[in-house]
């Protein structure tokens, strides 16, 4: 298949017919938004249990600072799983937890209620009050679900950071929240061996102030250090409590998390979460989405809870919506390449959101791996955290869907909370690459410059027009820099920092963020595009493309690639072909200068390549900080491989 590149893209897919007609929503959605939006999130809001309903929809009287179902109370926990006990549902599964070296738990909504009244008690023993900070750093073990829900419960702001990063992220983290409580395990289990984690926490927390207890799981039976007073097992202090634990009701506006971005800029920034609108969102996002069928479905959500899509569609909108989930704790190929599909297999998965990334991964080991497994029960694919390439969307499509599931791509952001542009599974007719149109309530345009909206294919910026109720609600602890980076260049409009084109049928393609935007020559050519067209040719599985400056051209288009499994290095061959793939495929300008065949690429804990990194190897400098990056080893195999730049 050869016309693979976004310019060329034109196949489309309609919703099989049998899903749309028992759909959770249908096309009237978007109708209902458009003639009230305000009146449409409402009732998205009443899909939740409040203890006093709100006075004012939203307050943007003071803009862009939002205030969501105002003078509403609720607590979140409650609405993830005590109704649901309530209501007969306490036997339901919420979580099939599945540990890499294949150890399991099933916890029903029941269990799940009982575990996160017992870490309330044990958190509010430990002085934990409403409106405190508690740092979250543990591996993909029910804990970390158990630990985030039991601080909504009483009020606390979780901060959770991915198991991955290092000792320097932690310590920034937790000083710049302010934790005074840190919740980590002994280690996990990554790649079929025990992986350390408290070393870490005991290095960060020695550098910083203001933590009094670290609440220690016991998950690898490591060693650890022990800070007589400050460490507590989680076995001792949680395990005793009592499972009753009454819930206080908060406004909607109380925070509910801190989640630190990417670090593909310097300093993190801390998107901070309130309650109500942020769980209106992501529940009913999860729900129309994903068209979750609570009764029938078996969910998966394969991504990390230090990511947002954790957060938002692993735990809280799952359990708001009363699911059953899927939850894994290990990598994909271990201790097998078939893992997950093992998995799909086990549980019978009807639903796997995933990103990207780990899709040309199993591009690159090939679709022989997925075949040798029933994948039968998967009705709905899901993608996340960057633009899917059509070619591995057809992938995605025929090897893991057989075919017929439906694929929703699904923009947005940390700062979004929630879905934003997607397609809708028993309504729209899917173009594959592009994640479509923008949510029922959300109001998306792509811009010029100057603001000015763009249509026609013409390349431009993505900006959000109107207020959503999971929008973040500032940066922690400033203001400031939370106008300026989103709301400062357009002044009413946020400002995604994503490169953007809507087509002619309204369908808008997200293009990578602006600063992935290359110019060479004076054109304006998306990574993205060019990341599209590699691995539109048989034997690329992943590319990463940066812009790295040349004398003559300003930019010159500087290509890493990851070859699938069964293709061969032809050395100066291969690299000649791949030029001039690219070269048919957009055009001669957006000819690579230079491509280099590699092993990894460096990624962070969403699977997002650190492009940042890339441009300081093409362009022979010192390597920036590489504190948020999964492996941080790759780097030196990318840099070993290196021949001399041109
Ligand atoms: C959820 C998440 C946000 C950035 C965003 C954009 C990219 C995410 C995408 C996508 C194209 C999609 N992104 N989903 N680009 N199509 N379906 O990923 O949050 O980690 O904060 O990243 O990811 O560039 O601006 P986060």
Known sequence: MSETSQATESRSYPPPEDLAAQANVGPEVYEEAARDRLAFWESAARRLTWEREWDTALDWTNPPFAKWFVGGKLNVAYNCLDRHVEAGHGDQVAYHWEGEPGDTRTLTYADLKDEVCRAANALLELGVQAGDRVAIYLPMIPEAVISMLACARIGAVHMVVFGGFSADALASRITDAGAQVVITADGGYRRGAPSALKPAVDDAVSRTEGVRHVLVVKRTEQDVEWSEGRDLWWHDVVTKQSAEHTCEFFDAEHPLYIMYTSG????????????????????????????????????????????????????????????????????????????WFELIQKYGVTILYTAPTVIRTFMKWGEDIPAGFDLSSLRLLGSVGEPINPEAWSWYHQHVGGGRCPIVDTWWQTETGGHMINPLPGVTSLVPGSAQVPFPGISAKVVDDEGNELSDD?????????PWPSMLRTIWGDDDRYVDTYWSRFGNMYFAGDGAKKDADGNIWLLGRVDDVMNVSGHRISTTEVESSLVGHPTVAEAAVVGASDPTTGQGI?????????????????????????????????????????????????????????????????????????????????????????
């Open 458 to 466: 013409s390349t431009g910026l993505l900006v959000l027009t109107e």
């Open 264 to 339: 593909t800029t310097a300093k993190p920034k801390g998107i901070l979460h309130t309650s109500g609108g942020y769980l209106t969102q992501v529940a009913y996002t999860h729900w129309a989405t994903f068209d979750l069928k609570p009764d029938r479905d078996v969910y998966w959500t394969a991504a990390d809870v230090g990511w947002v899509t954790g957060h938002s569609y692993i735990v809280y909108g799952p359990l708001a919506n009363r699911a059953t989930s899927v939850m894994y704790e290990g990598t994909p190929e271990t201790p097998h390449r078939g893992r």
């Open 558 to 646: 500087v290509a890493f690639v990851i070859l699938r499994g069964n293709a061969e290095d032809s050395g100066d061959e291969l690299v000649q072909q791949l030029k001039t793939h690219v070269a048919k495929d957009i055009g001669p300008i957006a000819k690579p200068r230079q491509i280099m065949v590699v092993q990894e690429l460096p990624k962070t804990r969403s699977g997002k390549i650190m492009r940042r990194l890339l441009r300081d190897i093409a362009e022979n400098r010192e390597l920036g900080d590489v504190t948020t990056l999964t492996d941080s080893s790759v780097m030196n195999m990318i840099k070993d491989k290196l021949p001399a730049a041109p």
